[in-house]
């Protein structure tokens, strides 16, 4: 089993920024991808971005060039860092991690981003 322990969030005004960073524990081993989804109310989670092992990065078109993913192997810890946030960016967004086909989550932090 896979622990994530998201921290981070928050409510920030249109054009502000914020960090979210998933802490892993557990049976950690063989966790090849990390990242970040998000729901808003009333609508489907979705990817926001992800990082593979090998540092390689994909993001929802919505974030690109906005939002940034990164990963601490040694921490294993992967980092999201919001910029230039609009309110379409608000929703609970949930740390993900994908280990030999099995998917876990964490409990999910708050973004909320006024106009």
Sequence with gaps: QVQLMESGGGLVQAGGSLSLSC????????INTMGWYRQAPGMQRELVA???????????????????????????????????????????YYCNAQQLGSYYWGQGTQVTVSS
Excluded: W
Excluded at 23 to 30: K, N
Excluded at 54 to 70: D, M
């Design 23 to 30: 802490a892993a524990s557990g049976s950690i081993f063989s």
């Design 50 to 92: 992800v990082i593979i092992a090998g540092g390689i990065t994909n993001y929802a078109n919505s974030v690109k060039g906005r939002f940034t993913i990164s990963r601490d192997n040694a921490k294993n810890t992967v980092y999201l860092q919001m910029n230039s946030l609009k309110p379409e960016d608000t929703a609970v």
